[in-house]
């Protein structure tokens, strides 16, 4: 069993619909990361969280200690929002090494 | 904004071939990664570096090498390649360790070997 799960795998959805995206992960933590890679490879990071809540725009990111949880919501979406959304994990404070998420391919149609 | 570039966006190389893939940073950051994504695997460490000559491996070393002897490049050598190592390489760089921090990536390198 990976260490850090996602849900959905694939996720499909209609312009303006709220998304949320899953992360699970069954080791203790420093932090929880989110990316975001477009098709053609490059990787951005979204959010990097230890604990509550953060907003950029029309992404949230919430995190849930005790619960092992995270969950990536995405507001009023649009097809440029389509993309892999990856969550990672630090494991060690400050040790850097990220422990990753297979992924969820979210497609937004129009 | 901290900028990571890769050399190559594409390469095609043969079997047994010396491959290097090269990555710069702009923004003086202390750690550097080299992973490889592929379906279903997801991105997996193959080597990083804390500092200047120094590496470390991460979880798939087998086959590869790295090279830091400037703290804003970060090469990853395939000692002589083979078709298993087909796949998309990112490479990526944090500014400090002691306290996390994201991580920068640059747009990978799409590596086939015949």
């Known amino acids: 069993k990976n260490e850090v799960e996602q849900s959905p795998q694939n996720l499909t959805a209609q312009e303006g619909e709220f998304i949320t995206i899953n992360c699970s992960y069954s080791?203790?933590?420093?932090?929880l990361h989110w990316l975001q890679q477009h098709p053609g490879g490059g990787i951005v990071s979204l959010f990097m969280?230890?604990?509550g809540k953060k907003k950029h725009g029309r992404l949230i990111a919430t995190i849930n200690i005790q619960e092992k949880h995270s969950s990536l919501h995405i507001t009023a979406s649009h097809p440029r929002d389509s993309a892999v959304y990856i969550c990672?994990?630090?494991?060690?404070?400050?040790?850097?090494?990220?422990?990753f998420g297979q992924g969820t391919r979210l497609t937004i149609n129009p | 904004d901290v900028k990571v570039t890769q050399s190559s966006r594409y390469l095609v190389k043969r079997t047994g071939e010396k491959v290097f893939l090269e990555c710069v940073q702009d923004?003086?950051?202390?750690?550097m990664f080299w992973y490889r994504q592929d379906p279903g695997l997801g991105l997996r460490l193959i080597y990083f570096?804390?500092?200047?000559?120094?590496?470390e491996k991460g979880d798939i070393p087998e086959g590869y090498s790295v090279s830091r002897e400037k703290k804003e490049r970060f090469s990853l050598i395939l000692e002589s390649a083979s078709t298993n190592q087909t796949s998309m390489y990112l490479c990526?760089?944090?500014?400090?360790?002691?306290?996390?921090?994201?991580?920068?990536f640059g747009d990978g390198t799409r590596l086939s070997i015949l």
């Open positions: 080791v203790g933590i420093s932090a």
């Open positions: 923004m003086d950051h202390e750690n």
């Open positions: 990672a994990a630090s494991i060690i404070q400050g040790a850097q090494k990220l422990v």
């Open positions: 990526a760089s944090s500014l400090t360790s002691g306290r996390n921090q994201p991580q920068h």
């Open positions: 570096s804390y500092d200047v000559k120094m590496k």
């Open positions: 969280l230890s604990s």
